[in-house]
């Protein structure tokens, strides 16, 4: 089993900035693939941002140039910078780790874009 926290929620204008940060409790974590995923209510959880274990990374086309996400396996941590920050960017973040055939979520944290 793996616990996943994340941190570095909250409320900020728009065109502010947050770094999302997801620790995982694995000596393993440079062997799982880690993702940011998205939800808003009465809507599905949709995937934002993921890195492979060698460091390939793929965004969803509405946070592309604007979010990047990056791994420390020193820190066994997963980060979300997120720049340029919309309304349409609130929701509560995810964070998810992947080794087939495990899947682990952590709790999420609430981002809030708003004036």
């Known amino acids: 089993q793996v616990q996943l926290v994340e941190s570095g929620g909250g409320l900020v204008q728009p065109g502010g900035s947050l770094r999302l940060s997801c620790a995982a409790s694995?000596?393993?974590?440079?062997?799982?693939?880690m993702s940011w995923y998205r939800q808003v209510p009465g809507k599905q959880r949709e995937l934002v941002a993921s890195i492979t274990t060698i460091g390939i990374t793929d965004y969803a086309d509405s946070v592309k140039v604007r979010f990047t996400i990056s791994r420390d396996n020193a820190k066994n941590t997963v980060y979300l910078q997120m720049n340029s920050l919309k309304p349409e960017d609130t929701a509560v973040y995810y964070c998810?780790?992947?080794?087939?055939?495990?899947?682990?979520w952590g709790q999420g944290t609430q981002v809030t874009v708003s004036s």
């Open positions: 998810n780790a992947r080794r087939t055939p495990y899947t682990y």
């Open positions: 694995t000596s393993d974590f440079r062997f799982y693939s």
